[in-house]
């Protein structure tokens, strides 16, 4: 049984950074796609950033050049560094898999974690 938990949340203010990490057991890590949702309140989960088995990455339109996904050597835990953080990056945050080879950014996950939360002012 896959398991995935997230640390990192916080509040910070307009142009600071933070770094989430989500550890994963369980799975075959390497063969997953991995990644990261936000949910704002009143708003659907969206999709941020994914990384695939190949080690491709993707990003949401909205986050390219301000985030980055990231594993660890060891391929135990994802990484999302956010950087110059806005308002409207205030969320739920959510670290998913899928256990395929290939997915897009916002992918049909099978696992999620239970979220952490950011909010920028």
């Known amino acids: 049984h896959v398991q995935l938990v997230e640390s990192g949340g916080g509040s910070v203010q307009a142009g600071e950074s933070l770094a989430l990490s989500c550890v994963v057991s369980?799975?075959?890590?390497?063969?997953?796609?991995m990644g990261w949702f936000r949910q704002a309140p009143g708003k659907e989960r969206e999709g941020v950033a994914v990384?695939?088995?190949?080690?491709?990455?993707s990003y949401a339109d909205s986050v390219k050049g301000r985030f980055a996904i990231s594993q660890d050597n060891a391929n135990i835990t994802l990484y999302l560094q956010m950087n110059s953080l806005r308002p409207e990056d205030t969320a739920m945050y959510y670290c998913?898999?899928?256990?395929?080879?290939?997915?897009?950014?916002?992918?049909?996950?099978?696992?999620w974690g239970q979220g952490t939360q950011v909010t920028v002012s």
């Open positions: 998913a898999a899928l256990s395929r080879s290939t997915c897009v950014v916002g992918f049909d996950a099978e696992y």
């Open positions: 369980g799975a075959k890590y390497r063969s997953y796609c």
């Open positions: 990384a695939r088995p190949d080690g491709s990455l």
